[in-house]
């Protein structure tokens, strides 16, 4: 019994430990004992909404090979929800330039296939130089206790870092391939790229988390490029007067041409070329010859150090630095598209996925989860709400008949919600969703890492008898009549046919 409570008294030990370690990475700040990685209540937005409406973009952002659309990040119901969102396309063979978010972020592939990169700050280049700064950290202060861990170094048949080791670098680079129904979960201030290598136009969603607390600026979104410039909005798109967030020149461009050189340890004809101001090729640019990077090892290399460093954590040994290393390397996608990940399942009305901290750790540090659901035609999702988090809705394909009802029974939105279009629901606010002629998909973004929902089932049935006088056969109707049906409803017209022919 001692041993039992010894071993989960270190776990808990290792989490809270490691919920320090990221926020301090990630500007997050400190935490009082027993306080979880959450949104501080100061920054949650008052959200007075009496009506909804369908949301499309407003204004567009060509580059040479693609383009951007972005949802007005001012838009009342955007402002309630703290977030900001955008729709991005990149063609084949389109790189997407190297850039970091004051917010994090969750990005959904819509379309096609293709590499994305990220470096993470705070994290060594790869597990070899995070072994090396420990082992020079032991050697000259003694204050490092961890002993060598042979499995974390890199194989030379494909590891999941670029092979560019050097000793004490401060920050993990890596590549990994995304494709159809992946989320992509990225931290405040983590640099990301993306490149298409298919033959069909990559499309994804992005929703950034503007209220988070790693976002100490403001509750606006805010992106800073690493290379390139951004284009002008095209002729005809609507403009938001109010927006400060359009990017210009990168980064770089804005420093002084001979003490850059000198940091860099480079000429300032280089110099030159990187700040650029002429560039007008925008964000997302075309490389002709094609990119070539090491690809992301198999999975189950990664799988495998996480049991481990989770195993190490549980029996006491060498957690503390382990738990540096396993926030390092976190999965930071995972497919939601795939039906058989589905966590709720109708043959015949349709299925329900989501993806949350406890599947996908890395969520817990980026504070949003996602739900991605398909309903056939003329099903029926039943009513719910959010507990604990706001939903934006995005619509992926087909439409379907949407109703949101919130604070004292007042109706706020209904009406259809079409492909393209997204829909914001604030936390509490009851809503339900009807296919129409042709089958409906979505994908929901949670701006929590662990969303809850709840519905009228769970209630007793002397509750249900009391609270709306009826009597107990009419309770039982209710709460019953969907037989094994949970969330998703076949429509009448399938039931009528289902038992016309039994």
């Known amino acids: 019994m001692a041993a039992s409570a010894s071993v989960v008294l270190s776990f808990s030990l290792c989490l809270l430990l490691l919920c320090h370690i990221s926020r301090a990475q990630l500007g997050l700040g400190q935490l009082g004992a027993g306080e979880p990685c959450a949104r501080p209540l100061g920054l949650v ?64 592939i819509m379309q096609g296939r293709g590499i994305i990169g990220t470096v ?40 999941r870092w670029q092979a560019d080791v050097r000793g004490s670098e401060t920050s993990t680079s890596g590549s990994t391939t995304s494709v159809r129904g992946d989320i992509i979960a990225l931290p405040a201030g983590v640099a ?111 799988l495998a150090r996480e049991r481990e460093v989770r195993q190490e954590c549980q029996e006491g040994r060498g957690c503390q630095s382990n738990v540096l290393e396993a926030y390092c390397t976190m999965k ?77 029974g007042q109706t706020v939105f209904v009406g259809e919600l079409r492909q393209g279009q997204l829909l914001v629901v604030p936390q509490y606010f009851a809503m339900m969703f009807q296919a129409q002629r042709e089958t409906f998909e979505w994908v929901s973004i949670k701006t929590n890492d662990n969303a809850m929902t709840s519905a009228l089932r769970g209630m007793p049935v002397e509750v249900l008898m009391n609270s709306y006088c009826i009597s107990r056969e009419e309770a039982m109707q209710l709460k019953f009549n969907r037989g094994n049906e949970l969330a998703l409803f076949t429509s009448k017209i399938e039931r009528e046919a289902i038992r016309t022919s039994v």
Not at 123 to 140: A, H, K, L, R, V
């Open 332 to 408: 930071i996608r995972q497919n939601i598209g795939d039906p058989s990940r589905a966590d709720y399942f109708n043959p015949r009305a349709g299925r329900i996925t989501t993806l949350n901290s406890q599947k996908l750790p890395i969520l817990r540090f980026v504070q949003m989860s996602a739900v991605r659901a398909l309903l056939r035609p003329n099903a029926i999702r039943s009513p719910h709400w959010n507990v604990n988090a706001h939903s934006i809705v995005y619509a992926l394909r087909g439409y379907s008949r949407v109703q949101v009802v919130g604070h004292r």
């Open 120 to 159: 993470i700050p705070g994290c060594p280049e790869t597990f070899q130089s995070f072994q090396q700064t420990e082992q020079q950290w032991e050697q000259g202060t003694g204050e490092c206790r961890r002993r060598s861990n042979p499995s974390s170094k890199p194989s030379n048949n494909g590891s």
């Open 192 to 302: 990301y790229w993306s490149y298409n290598n298919g033959e069909a136009a990559v499309v994804a969603i992005t929703t950034f988390d503007t209220s988070s607390s790693a976002n100490q600026l403001d509750r606006q979104h805010r992106e800073f490029l690493l290379a390139g410039r951004e284009r002008l909005v095209e002729q005809g798109s609507q403009i938001e007067v109010r927006l400060p967030q359009i990017k210009g020149n990168n980064l770089l461009s804005g420093f002084e041409l001979d003490p850059l050189a000198e940091a860099l340890g480079v000429d300032r004809e280089l110099v030159r070329k990187i700040q650029n101001p002429d560039d007008r090729r925008g964000e997302i640019v075309l490389v002709t010859s094609g990119l070539q990077v090491l690809q992301a090892s198999r999975q189950s290399e990664q």
């Open 45 to 108: 937005s008052q959200c007075r909404i009496e009506r909804l409406s369908a949301l499309e973009p407003t204004r567009r952002v060509p580059s040479e090979a693609g383009f951007t659309e972005y949802f007005d990040q001012f838009n009342e119901q955007l402002q309630c929800a703290g977030v900001a969102v955008r729709r991005r396309t990149i063609q084949p063979r389109g790189l997407l330039l190297p850039s970091f978010s004051s917010a994090p972020r969750l990005v959904y």
